[in-house]
Nanobody, 120 residues
């Protein structure tokens, strides 16, 4: 069974840093794009960072220059380094990955979410 397991969330003061991790496990043939989303109370889930299998990255305007996405392909893990955190970064953070299961086929999986709370 394929699953994505996130870790690293928590409570931090404004200006602080956190590092999120998301590890994929199970019957995985390959991992294509990976990304981080977040959803604040009363708001839609938004894509904040993504990374291709080749390492190309993209960021949402709200986190550009503060957050860094990276991946360790050997460990099937994607990371999100979050610096200069603001109260408006408070949300549940989800990782997402396009996982291949053979014959050139793949599907997207979601992690369970991890809470990030930034106090002012």
């Amino acid at each position: 069974q394929v699953q994505l397991v996130e870790s690293g969330g928590g409570l931090v003061q404004a200006g602080g840093s956190l590092r999120l991790s998301c590890a994929a496990s199970g019957s995985i043939v390959s991992i294509y794009g990976m990304g981080w989303y977040r959803q604040a109370p009363g708001k839609q889930r938004e894509l904040i960072a993504s990374i291709t299998s080749g390492g190309s990255t993209n960021y949402g305007d709200s986190v550009k220059g503060r957050f860094t996405i990276s991946r360790d392909n050997a460990k099937n893990t994607v990371f999100l380094q979050m610096n200069s955190l603001k109260p408006e970064d408070t949300a549940v953070y989800y990782c997402n990955a396009d996982l291949g299961y053979g014959l050139g086929l793949s599907r997207y999986y979601w992690g369970q979410g991890t809470q990030v709370t930034v106090s002012s």
